[in-house]
């Protein structure tokens, strides 16, 4: 029988092991066959041939006996396994063959080799076999499909139906080896194994496809499993590179800003240095400093200064270290507009010195650049920042690139050194620039929402030195961010708005609806020019930007006449149109114009140019600098034609009638700062086509100074015929006629680029394209924000307003109240103000003693009392007599009276409350006690007083009479004392004067109630804010302006010195001749400064240090007050006599009667009904005021050619004296009480009456 293939017969032996349990069945029926006897004999000579053969190959001689040993096992051994091998099948049948009996014996040895054999087989089967019978097991059950298609029969049937049952469950490996070796397996395999191959083959194929698919896919599965790995390996890779990146490029953020603010603080610190040097220079090079005689002549330039008063007015000038002619200007307009050969040497002298001045001020830089290297700055700023984001700094209408840091305490502004833009402005102006400002967050006042090139992302604030800063940010979002970041101070307290950061954010319109100016204004608590500040603040116009600047209007329209009177209409302009429509003429070109306008992009307008540019504003105030930078900047370094530079007032307003480029409005400057038309810098600018020098302004023939047209120009602004038509000009800037088909009506329609919403530059990503609209937006102006889409209501009457003002006063004296001791009242003040609990006037008399006395704001006249009704057993009336007026009871004259004495010293002297009303005996003898000496606080709980021994000051609570503190400071007695305005709070500053020639400065806190400062000195005392020096002789009178911002004092037979409130040097007052001694001062809100020199002369001074006008009095005076309007002054002294003066020109007014003493102090009342005289005799004698009528005889006077009022006071002859006890006095004590130290009241019996006070009188 011919064997398969060893491929085919591996094959075949493993799928028969997967069908055991049918090979088992089939060995039966193959048992029976003759093929199969013949193949189990074959099977069997082939088995018992190689055990036979072998040993006869293994006998040959040899020379070892061991090696035939080991031959023989090894030929057995190989016997056995060709047995095996040779199908031990039929070994396992051959008891099942029959035997004839010849054969018998053969047989029975057969049988016993078989056996023996068989059991050794089985034996080496078994151990052969052992460890690879489980493997073809598993490989049987594998392929048992295969097997069960192969193991059948001729038939068709199966051979072993148990077969792979049996060698699933069997443990023997021999019968395993039978199966595969069986007769029936390889028949079977002979028949069937093609197609079941083929079969196997395919499955097998279709097997491997999907192996192979399922592989590729779980190969698939797993490479994208790799590649996410790997891709999120990357990608935490590339963050990580990321956060190294941003936190390296933080890193160098962080020491960038460190290093640009450790930059910022030694530049901050160079220039604080810097005006340190400047003022230590400004003062010992003034003219009362030591190097004065030591030092040349020379001009001294002046800037204007940034601080604003409570009307947002910037009037103060101050020196400009670094302001100059500007010969270089000069000398490029000489050359270029063709000015003859003297002028142009002229200029080139002046520029060649200017140079040389140059260069030595540039040396002394160095040495200070030179120290400031040197120097270990530390930074300043305090926590971490909170936000740093780029923006601008707007100033001046210049945009300074630069970064913004604010931390939890301050805000810091680094400007960028290498920004392209920062690389292209002008270095002179921005030496007029603290380009790295430092702000901390509680000088922060106010927070207004600005635009700024018609985009609303900036911001303006307020700060508590009255000054103000503007940045401009990316977008609005970053204003959000900035603002959330500031203190929530709002707009401020003065607009009627609660301080929020929502308010902050608020609209122009939503802050003109909810504040309550414009009721303000038409109750005329506010005054027009405040209520147009109001409307240009919250419509986003500001100083900071010259494109944006505030706009007023222009009211007069007469400057030709000799003589102007402003309660005629036809001087003023018609406020309800606007500029360009005034003239009938132009009006009409404008509208043709816009009616034959026609382009498909630029809507109409009226007017291609605006009331308000950055030229015309610097037009307006070329002569003040740094404006004056300012305007060169913008022309290239040099000065316009002398035609076009404003020259004329009168030649200004032909203009804006006649030219069709011209429709500006005016600034607010015209109406407060007169230096804008003074050429205090003397800046060359040429001469006119006529030969005329351009120098200062020439003004209209009925304004002989610049202040005087100032102040008329104010007085018309204010005029009844401004105020009823000031709403109509209020509708065409800020309302309803400043757009739309109202504007058209106007004719008042600009070119489309000024209004706001027209053009988003945020939207332009082309470059050239945003800054060509950038440019144009600067060059056309910018209208402002409208405020309201209806007609602005009217101002309200005059008469309505205030009705007691028609109301004459028919009498001089209202009445007198006496002090017991006789000591003089040397010091009064009456803090009467409506918001007061409990109004009083707080005295002070030379014996030390002070006193409290009520004051009475509403006092009922006796003729509108209603008497009391008496008991019914008294109706007749005394003596008898039935028609005598019932009589006047204690309680209704005090009701009649102003003035009540205070309620402790109406208790009998041996009383201890009278100890409660002193300032102790500790005052030093040398000095004479004056008005000076002592101060009060707004609310009279506090009396500051000086002139003690051991050179301090003291604060004495006026309930109690006790000492709340001392306060040390200077090196001499005290000899002066004074108190600024106060703020909400009732905070204010205390400046005092001394002996040792130096004024301090302190901070005064009215919740605390005591002096204060951040720095203690080594003794715990407070340290003053300032110390203004500059004086050689002692201090006689000081006086101190919180709104101005100004110290004026005065020295014994030395100068009048201005001072600011950080200490420095202004000026010296300069008085006329022979004025060298003076002594009493006194400062208001409009800036008037008025002195008193050799006791006799009143002299009238600007804030800036002009002298105005001066007067002699031949009289000696004491004391002075002012009104609050600032329009009279009222002085007395040792005539007793109170006399009105009218301030802007000291023009005499009125004199009231001669009082019996000298008058030691003046005190006014805030409603303007009453004045306050201190007399020597001990009394303080009430005066009734009315300045209406008093101006009203002055013009009677004027009109009629009556002797000028500018004539000395009225002598003590010419009127009856006020006498002090000509009547009895009326007491205010009880008739029934013990003797007492007390006051006496009395009225006047008739208009000129005189008022008694009862000196001689007691009480009965």
């Not at 061991?66 to 030929?75: F, P, S, Y």
């Not at 109001?534 to 030709?560: A, E, K, M």
């Not at 009143?1098 to 004391?1119: Q, W």
């Not at 101006?1191 to 006020?1218: C, F, G, M, N, W």
Request: proline letters at 6%; hydrophobic letters at 35%.
């Amino acid at each position: 029988m011919t064997e398969p293939p060893p491929e085919e017969a591996s094959n075949q032996g493993g799928e028969t092991v997967k069908q055991s349990d049918e090979g088992s069945r089939t060995q039966k029926e193959v048992a029976g066959e003759t093929g199969d006897e013949e193949d189990g004999a074959t099977n069997l000579k082939e088995a018992d041939s190689p055990s036979q053969s072998e040993p006869h190959q293994h006998t040959e001689p040899s020379g070892d006996d061991d090696e035939a040993d080991e031959k023989e096992a090894a030929n057995k051994q190989v016997s056995a396994i060709s047995v095996e091998e040779s199908g031990v099948s039929s070994l396992s049948h051959s008891s099942t063959l029959q035997t004839t009996p010849q054969s018998m014996p053969r047989t029975l040895k057969i049988n016993t080799d078989y056996q023996e054999l068989q059991a050794n087989l089985s034996e080496r089967l078994e151990r052969a076999l052992g460890t690879s019978a489980p493997l073809l097991r598993e490989i049987f059950i594998d392929f048992s499909p295969y097997l069960t298609k192969t193991l059948l029969g001729t038939k068709g049937q199966e051979l072993l139906s148990s077969g792979l049952t049996a060698i699933k469950m069997g443990t023997s490996a021999i019968s395993l080896v039978m199966l595969l070796c069986s007769q029936e397996w390889q028949i079977s395999l002979q028949k069937h194994a093609g197609l079941a191959f083929i079969e196997l083959v395919n499955e097998g194929r279709l097997l491997s496809h999907s192996t192979r698919d399922h592989m590729v896919k779980v190969a698939n599965e797993a490479e994208h499993i790799l590649n996410k790995l790997r891709a999120e390996d990357a990608q935490r890779h590339e963050a990580f590179h990321i956060i190294c990146a941003e936190a390296d490029l933080n890193t160098r953020e962080e020491e960038l800003t460190c290093d640009r603010l450790i930059t910022s603080a030694r530049r901050r610190e160079l220039s604080v240095a810097s005006k340190l040097v400047d003022k230590v220079l400004n003062i010992v090079k003034s003219e009362q400093g030591p190097w004065a005689s030591d030092s040349a002549p020379s001009s001294k330039f002046w800037k204007l200064d940034t601080w604003e008063d409570d009307a947002r007015r910037r009037r103060r000038m101050v020196p400009n270290p670094i302001g100059s002619t500007h010969p270089e200007a000069a000398l490029r307009a000489a050359i270029e507009h063709g000015e003859n050969e003297d002028a142009i040497s002229q200029a080139r002298e002046e520029f060649h010195e200017m140079l040389k001045l140059r260069r030595q001020k540039s040396e002394s830089d160095v040495l200070i650049d030179d120290e400031m290297d040197g120097m270990d700055s530390e930074l300043e700023m305090t926590g971490p920042v909170s936000l740093s984001t780029p923006c601008s700094l707007i100033v001046y209408g210049l945009a300074i690139a630069g970064t913004l840091s604010i931390t939890k305490y301050e805000v810091f502004f680094e400007w960028d050194e290498e920004n392209s833009d920062n690389k292209k402005l002008d270095p002179k102006v921005l030496k007029y620039i603290d380009i790295h400002g430092r702000w901390h967050m509680q000088e922060m006042r106010a927070v207004f929402t600005r635009r700024h090139l018609l985009e609303k992302r900036a911001i303006e604030i307020f700060l508590i030195n009255r000054t103000s800063v503007l940045f401009s940010f990316a977008d609005l979002d970053t204003v959000r961010k900035v603002i959330g970041l500031l203190p929530a101070v709002g707009i401020g307290v003065k607009y009627g708005l609660r301080a929020s950061r929502k308010i902050s954010l608020a609209s122009p319109r939503q802050l003109f609806r909810q504040s309550n100016m414009t009721q303000r204004w038409q109750k005329r608590e506010i005054s027009n020019f405040d209520y147009l500040m109001f409307l240009n603040t919250i419509s986003g116009r500001s100083y900071n930007d010259l494109n944006q600047y505030p706009i007023f209007p222009w009211v007069l329209s007469n400057f030709t006449s000799d003589t102007i009177d402003l309660s005629e209409p036809s001087n003023y302009r018609d406020l309800s149109k606007p500029m360009g429509a005034l003239n009938p003429e132009r009006r009409k070109f404008f509208e043709e114009r816009y009616e034959a306008w026609d382009h498909e992009h630029i809507p109409a307008f009226h007017y291609g140019t605006h009331y308000s540019t950055a030229a015309f504003a610097l037009n307006w105030l070329i002569r003040v600098e740094p404006f004056s930078t300012l305007f060169l900047n913008l022309q290239e370094g040099k000065f316009d034609h002398a035609n076009r530079t404003f020259s004329s007032m009168e030649r200004a307003w032909l203009n804006c009638q006649t030219d069709t480029s011209d429709v500006k409005e005016m600034i607010p400057e015209v109406y407060f700062l007169p230096e804008m038309f003074w050429n205090d810098n003397q800046f060359k600018f040429g001469s006119k086509e006529d030969g005329s020098v351009v120098d200062h302004v020439v003004l209209p023939p009925w304004a002989a100074t610049p202040e005087e047209f100032v102040r008329i120009s104010r007085e018309a602004l204010e005029s009844e015929i401004v105020s009823g038509q000031l709403h109509e000009w209020i509708d065409l800037i800020f309302g309803y006629k400043q757009q739309g088909p109202e504007a058209v009506k106007a004719t008042n329609v600009f070119y489309y680029l000024t209004y706001e919403g027209n053009v988003e530059l945020s939207n332009i990503k082309d470059p050239i394209m945003k800054e060509a609209l950038q440019a144009q937006i600067r060059s056309f102006g910018q209208t402002p924000s409208q405020l309201l889409a209806e007609p602005h209501p009217m101002r309200g009457s005059q008469m309505g307003v205030t009705p007691k003002m028609f109301n004459p006063v028919t009498s001089d004296a209202c009445m007198s109240l006496k002090f017991w001791s006789n000591s003089p009242v040397i010091h009064i003040s009456a803090n009467v103000f409506p918001q007061q609990p409990s109004p009083s006037v707080v005295t002070v008399l030379m014996n030390k003693h002070f006193a409290v006395n009520p004051w009475n704001s509403n006092p009922t006249p006796l003729s509108s009392q209603t008497p009391p009704k008496p008991p019914t057993d008294q109706l007749q009336s005394p003596a008898g007599n039935p028609g005598a007026p019932a009589p006047t009871t204690s309680e209704q004259l005090m009701a009649s009276l102003p003035l009540a004495l205070d309620p402790v010293l109406n208790q009998p002297i041996s009383s201890q409350l009278h100890t409660r009303r002193t300032l102790g005996d500790n005052f030093d003898e040398r000095i004479k006690l004056s008005r000076s000496n002592f101060a009060t606080s707004i609310d009279n709980k506090i009396i500051f007083a000086c002139g003690f021994w051991d050179n301090s000051f003291r604060v004495f609570q006026s309930d109690s009479g006790q000492s709340l503190q001392v306060v040390y400071g200077h090196f001499g007695v005290v000899t002066c004392i004074c108190r600024s305005e106060v703020n909400m709070m009732h905070d204010c500053f205390i400046v005092t004067g001394s002996k040792d020639c130096t004024c301090m400065i302190w901070q005064w806190l009215g919740q605390k109630q005591r002096i204060y400062s951040e720095q203690l000195s080594s003794t715990n005392n407070p340290v003053a804010q300032a110390t203004l020096t500059g004086h050689t002789t002692p201090i006689v009178s000081v006086v101190i302006s919180a709104e101005l911002g100004i110290v004026v004092s005065a020295s014994k037979e030395g100068p009048c010195l201005i001072h600011t409130m950080n200490g420095d040097l202004l000026r010296g007052l300069a008085p006329p001749s022979l004025c060298t001694d003076p002594q009493h001062l006194l400062v208001n809100r409009e800036g008037y400064i008025v002195t008193i020199y050799n006791s006799t002369v009143i002299c009238l001074f600007s804030i800036n240090g002009r002298l105005l006008h001066h007067v002699d009095t031949k009289t000696s005076l004491k004391c002075m007050c002012m009104s609050r309007d600032s329009r009279h002054v009222m002085t007395s002294g040792d005539n007793g006599i109170v006399s009105i003066w009218r301030t802007h020109d000291l023009t005499h007014l009125y004199s009231y009667p001669r009082l019996e003493g000298a008058v030691h102090d003046l005190a006014l009342s805030f409603d303007h009904r009453y004045v306050l005289a201190a007399v020597s005799t001990g009394c303080v004698v009430v005066l009734n005021v009315d300045f209406t009528k008093w101006h009203h005889d002055y013009q009677r006077r004027t009109e009629a050619k009556l002797p000028s009022a500018v004539a000395p006071p009225i002598p003590a002859a010419a009127a009856p004296p006020i006498s002090t006890a000509a009547a009895p006095p009326i007491s205010t004590a009880a008739s029934t009480a013990p003797e007492t130290e007390e006051s006496t009241a009395s009225v006047p019996t008739s208009g000129s009456a005189p008022v008694d006070g009862g000196e001689n009188s007691q009480p009965q």
